[in-house]
Nanobody
């Protein structure tokens, strides 16, 4: 079992940057594929980015490709979401998720595949 705690959200002007962090408990962090999802007010939660356990494979939603970067530091049990060029449409609660995988090269994009979720951190982008 793993517990996830997100941090780094806040209020930023359009065009600005934020870095979200998600720290996981446990000693086998590298065996977990990690993902970031977001939920805007009145909308369903959607996929943002995902990274394999090794960190060598990543995947992004089209809406954030080229602006957001997911990374991880397995020594610190932490996954990051670097967000640049933020737009008002990026306003949402951001959640990290973890899923144990057999191979550390697997990237998981599907929300329903994740067993473990953080409580979220709010990002607000003003125009």
């Amino acid at each position: 079992q793993v517990q996830l705690v997100e941090s780094g959200g806040g209020l930023v002007q359009a065009g600005g940057s934020l870095r979200l962090s998600c720290e996981a408990s446990g000693r086998t962090f590298s065996r977990y594929a990690m993902g970031w999802f977001r939920q805007a007010p009145g909308k369903d939660r959607e996929f943002v980015a995902a990274i394999s356990g090794s960190g060598g494979y990543t995947s992004y939603a089209d809406s954030v490709k080229g602006r957001f970067t997911i990374s991880r530091d397995n020594a610190k049990n932490t996954v990051y979401l670097h967000m640049n060029g933020l737009e008002p449409e990026d306003t949402a609660d951001y959640y990290c998720a973890a899923e144990p995988t057999l191979y550390t090269t697997i990237v998981v994009r599907t929300e329903s595949a994740y067993d473990y979720w953080g409580q979220g951190t709010q990002v607000t982008v003003s125009s």
